[in-house]
């Protein structure tokens, strides 16, 4: 109540709990986007998304166009996987995906062609005012599109119409917050006018009256281009562009809600339920290509940056297009002693070698030296109890307690101490004076009681089993113990002595 | 005097009558079937009924570690977190494990061997095997908890422990490599070892 009697008049400058203000380091934001040719070798690993993975549909020495699909769907929380280009199918097998664990998953091998003939069997819906919407769903979720923010929950499960939650507003979310990427900040430069019918079709979608852009005040040129094109391009829509000042983790959903409604989406609940949809500017610009073009989603920007890159810029490239290829179309080829990052410096999570599709979560691939990494990790120490991590931590979390539960592996009590409600953000990692790796803690922490509840559910599932077979053991031996008294009573012992005489 | 003496009793037999009466009825109300603590141990367990502990199964061993007829330490698969936790619902001080935990193995039917002969079904305490007289019979290994009961009855020796295999979802991530989290697992372990 207070806070919000400040801010009306000015005087709070945090419009969310927490957050941080790093070196932004958006080196590529004049560099426009540029096509990356296409590679030897295409790898697509099944899944790219958030949920199910997904199961092949082509089989070795299938020939394939750009935008058939490849692999399809299993379960809801799941979208299928198109081929980036034409060409053959040269094998099915287990390739390394961008995992922090560096295993591999199952990945559908594809050689170009060359030609990249496009599959025509998707039309496109120009009068999408007037389709139904269950329709457009049903195409973005046959496009494949998941979150290209970084997280690639699949997009078709949040635009939906529910008559309890309604949606009031669509947010636009144009904030970058990490530092170095700008792959959304070039979309809405070179791209604003196709964001803003992606947005109107999202809009039509949910039945929403409102739609606010947000960006942050880093990005000035891409809110000029912005209002230019909502200007231009009046539907009689309300949308209007939002200048934010520039925080992480402003582009977090929850914090951005509460940024810009300053509404808070309570603990276990999604931002429907408080009348809210975030989309991210990538995955607009890719409904738009589904519904208004046809396109399945093959390609996405990248940005390639980090002070290990000579020629840092961005690329739009194709789905399944290796690390090492797109790193030397920026002449960088030798990694000997480089960190390579998947995603932002903040979240993103580091890759042992480069030889690694890029996926539709793939925002940015990083490339730093190391002293350039080391200088942000050395060694740990004690906590000195600043509190400067509880003051950076948007969700207002103690991290440091939460901390000292994971690294002790007290689970319940870090579970008291709300270690789920985490968005490993790493805003208080980067305050921390003692260096304390405090995400990868929680991350530690979160793992552990994901594999308790696993093998609780599994000796729960084991003792349901063993109690049917004991009770099925005990009834089989009562069945046979009744039937041999029946059979003893119908043939008393007096029987065979009278049938012998 | 004896008038006196006669309250003294009536009254407090009266009372000693009420709290019987509240005692049986509750009793009624409030039955529970079995033992708590057992119930709580057998919870605690990892259920595959290996008979690793020298019992026939997971719920014996908990009926007998509650009635303190079996010590806390002797569920091999549970591992040092089943032992802690038994230990603490019991009250007493943790144990050394009577034996190193494995990693998680699963059984496998060598196909081409197995004769099906249903002496491994029979022996599974899980259900986890599947197949008939004569067929050739296959481990669910969703379900198999690796107790290693089907490797002593098979006649022909067709069945292999495997090793489970690590999946992607499953994997979660490891302590930070700093020497603090790492020190700290070592003193725990060695702590929890003495």
Same mark, same amino acid.
């Given at each position: 109540?207070?806070?919000?009697?400040?801010?009306?008049?000015? %005087?709070?400058?945090?419009?969310?709990?927490?957050?941080?203000?790093?070196?932004?380091?958006?080196?590529?934001?004049?560099?426009?986007i540029?096509?990356?040719?296409?590679?030897?070798?295409?790898?697509?690993?099944?899944?790219?998304?958030?949920?199910?993975?997904? &199961?092949?549909?082509?089989?070795v020495?299938?020939?394939?166009?750009?935008?058939?699909?490849?692999?399809?769907?299993?379960?809801?929380?799941?979208?299928p996987?198109?081929?980036?280009?034409?060409?053959?199918?040269?094998?099915?097998?287990?390739?390394?995906?961008?995992?922090?664990?560096?295993?591999?998953l199952?990945?559908?091998?594809?050689?170009?062609?060359? *030609?990249?003939?496009?599959?025509?069997? *998707?039309?496109?819906?120009?009068?999408?005012?007037?389709?139904?919407?269950?329709a457009?769903?049903?195409?973005?979720?046959?496009?494949?599109?998941a979150?290209?923010?970084?997280?690639?929950?699949?997009? %078709?499960?949040?635009?939906?119409?529910?008559?309890?939650?309604?949606?009031?507003?669509?947010?636009?979310?144009?904030?970058?917050?990490?530092?170095?990427?700008?792959?959304?900040?070039?979309?809405?430069?070179?791209?604003?006018?196709?964001?803003? *019918?992606?947005?109107?079709?999202?809009?039509?979608?949910?039945?929403?009256?409102?739609?606010?852009?947000?960006?942050?005040?880093?990005? &000035?040129?891409?809110?000029?281009?912005?209002k230019?094109?909502?200007?231009?391009?009046d539907?009689?829509?309300?949308?209007?562009?939002?200048?934010?000042?520039?925080?992480?983790?402003?582009?977090?959903?929850?914090?951005?809600?509460?940024?810009?409604?300053?509404?808070?989406?309570?603990?276990?609940?999604?931002?429907?339920?408080?009348?809210?949809?975030?989309?991210?500017?990538?995955?607009?610009?890719?409904?738009?290509?589904?519904v208004?073009?046809?396109?399945?989603?093959?390609?996405?920007?990248v940005?390639?940056?980090?002070?290990?890159?000579?020629?840092?810029?961005?690329?739009?490239?194709?789905?399944?297009?290796?690390?090492?290829?797109?790193?030397?179309?920026?002449g960088?080829?030798?990694?000997?002693?480089?960190?390579?990052?998947?995603?932002?410096?903040?979240?993103?999570?580091r890759?042992?070698?480069?030889?690694?599709?890029?996926?539709?979560?793939?925002?940015?691939?990083?490339?730093?030296?190391?002293?350039?990494?080391?200088?942000?990790?050395?060694?740990?120490?004690?906590?000195?109890?600043?509190?400067?991590? &509880?003051?950076?931590?948007?969700?207002?979390?103690?991290?440091?307690?939460?901390?000292?539960?994971?690294?002790?592996?007290?689970l319940?009590?870090?579970?008291?101490?709300? *270690?789920?409600?985490?968005?490993?953000?790493?805003?208080?990692?980067?305050?921390?004076?003692?260096?304390?790796?405090?995400?990868?803690?929680?991350? %530690?922490?979160?793992?552990?009681?994901?594999?308790v509840?696993?093998?609780?559910?599994?000796?729960?599932?084991?003792?349901?089993?063993s109690?049917?077979?004991?009770?099925?053991?005990?009834?089989?031996?009562?069945?046979k113990?009744?039937?041999?008294?029946?059979?003893?009573?119908?043939?008393?012992?007096?029987?065979?002595?009278?049938?012998?005489? | 005097?004896?008038?006196?003496?006669?309250?003294?009793?009536?009254?407090?037999?009266?009372?000693?009558?009420?709290?019987?009466?509240?005692?049986?009825?509750?009793?009624?109300?409030?039955?529970? #079937?079995?033992?708590?603590?057992?119930?709580?141990?057998?919870?605690?367990?990892?259920?595959?009924?290996?008979?690793?502990?020298?019992?026939?199964?997971?719920?014996?061993?908990?009926?007998?570690?509650?009635s303190?007829?079996?010590?806390?330490?002797?569920?091999?698969?549970?591992? #040092?977190?089943?032992?802690?936790?038994?230990?603490?619902?019991?009250?007493?001080?943790?144990?050394?494990?009577?034996?190193?935990?494995?990693?998680?193995?699963?059984?496998?039917?060598?196909e081409?061997?197995?004769?099906?002969?249903?002496?491994?079904?029979?022996?599974?305490?899980?259900?986890?095997?599947?197949?008939?007289?004569?067929?050739?019979?296959?481990?669910?290994?969703?379900?198999?908890?690796?107790?290693?009961?089907?490797?002593?009855?098979?006649?022909?020796?067709?069945?292999?422990?495997?090793?489970?295999? #690590?999946?992607?979802?499953?994997?979660?991530?490891?302590?930070?490599?700093t020497?603090?989290?790492?020190?700290?697992?070592?003193?725990?372990?060695?702590?929890?070892?003495?």
């Amino acid at each position: 109540m207070i806070k919000h009697f400040f801010k009306k008049l000015g %005087f709070s400058q945090a419009p969310f709990a927490g957050g941080i203000q790093p070196n932004m380091r958006k080196e590529t934001e004049h560099s426009p986007i540029e096509v990356c040719p296409l590679p030897p070798l295409l790898i697509m690993p099944i899944k790219q998304h958030i949920g199910q993975a997904c &199961s092949p549909l082509v089989a070795v020495g299938d020939h394939v166009l750009r935008g058939q699909k490849i692999a399809k769907a299993e379960g809801y929380v799941s979208v299928p996987i198109h081929a980036p280009t034409s060409g053959q199918v040269i094998k099915i097998e287990d390739y390394a995906i961008p995992h922090p664990s560096g295993m591999g998953l199952t990945s559908i091998f594809i050689e170009p062609d060359g *030609l990249d003939e496009r599959d025509e069997t *998707l039309k496109p819906i120009e009068d999408w005012q007037h389709t139904d919407v269950s329709a457009l769903r049903e195409r973005v979720r046959m496009c494949g599109i998941a979150g290209l923010g970084g997280a690639a929950f699949p997009t %078709f499960i949040k635009l939906v119409q529910d008559q309890r939650n309604p949606i009031e507003t669509v947010i636009l979310n144009g904030i970058e917050c990490e530092p170095f990427l700008t792959n959304d900040h070039r979309l809405m430069v070179e791209h604003s006018q196709e964001i803003v *019918l992606g947005m109107q079709i999202i809009m039509h979608m949910v039945g929403a009256k409102q739609g606010i852009i947000a960006i942050e005040d880093n990005k &000035s040129d891409a809110i000029e281009c912005m209002k230019k094109a909502v200007n231009h391009d009046d539907m009689g829509l309300d949308i209007q562009v939002l200048s934010l000042p520039t925080r992480y983790p402003q582009g977090s959903e929850k914090q951005l809600i509460e940024a810009i409604t300053g509404k808070q989406v309570p603990m276990g609940k999604l931002p429907m339920h408080v009348g809210v949809l975030c989309q991210n500017i990538g995955t607009t610009h890719a409904i738009y290509e589904a519904v208004i073009l046809g396109y399945p989603l093959t390609e996405r920007v990248v940005t390639i940056s980090g002070d290990a890159v000579p020629q840092q810029g961005n690329m739009l490239v194709r789905l399944g297009t290796s690390m090492r290829f797109i790193y030397a179309q920026r002449g960088l080829t030798d990694f000997d002693g480089l960190q390579i990052l998947h995603g932002g410096p903040m979240m993103g999570e580091r890759l042992r070698h480069p030889d690694i599709p890029v996926i539709k979560s793939s925002t940015g691939l990083l490339a730093l030296s190391q002293d350039f990494f080391r200088e942000a990790h050395p060694e740990e120490e004690p906590c000195i109890r600043c509190g400067h991590c &509880s003051e950076a931590c948007p969700i207002r979390l103690t991290p440091n307690l939460l901390a000292d539960h994971c690294r002790n592996e007290q689970l319940e009590k870090a579970a008291d101490y709300h *270690l789920f409600d985490c968005i490993e953000c790493g805003a208080c990692s980067y305050v921390c004076p003692s260096h304390i790796p405090l995400v990868h803690y929680f991350r %530690f922490g979160k793992g552990q009681a994901a594999q308790v509840r696993r093998e609780q559910n599994f000796a729960e599932a084991s003792r349901q089993r063993s109690e049917f077979r004991d009770t099925r053991i005990q009834r089989e031996k009562d069945e046979k113990a009744a039937k041999r008294r029946k059979v003893r009573a119908t043939h008393t012992p007096t029987e065979p002595n009278q049938g012998k005489e | 005097m004896l008038e006196q003496l006669m309250y003294a009793i009536a009254s407090l037999g009266g009372f000693a009558l009420l709290a019987g009466l509240i005692l049986a009825v509750s009793s009624k109300i409030f039955h529970i #079937e079995g033992d708590p603590v057992s119930d709580k141990i057998d919870a605690l367990l990892p259920q595959t009924q290996c008979g690793q502990c020298g019992f026939p199964g997971c719920r014996p061993y908990a009926n007998a570690v509650a009635s303190q007829a079996a010590d806390v330490n002797h569920c091999v698969p549970g591992g #040092e977190r089943t032992m802690l936790a038994i230990a603490d619902v019991m009250g007493v001080e943790p144990k050394s494990l009577d034996q190193e935990e494995a990693i998680p193995m699963v059984a496998f039917v060598r196909e081409d061997e197995c004769i099906g002969c249903t002496l491994c079904i029979k022996a599974c305490p899980v259900d986890a095997i599947v197949g008939a007289p004569k067929q050739y019979h296959t481990v669910i290994a969703d379900h198999c908890t690796g107790c290693v009961l089907c490797l002593e009855p098979c006649p022909v020796d067709c069945i292999d422990m495997i090793a489970k295999p #690590e999946l992607l979802e499953h994997w979660s991530w490891p302590l930070p490599d700093t020497t603090r989290a790492q020190t700290g697992l070592e003193r725990r372990e060695s702590h929890q070892h003495d």
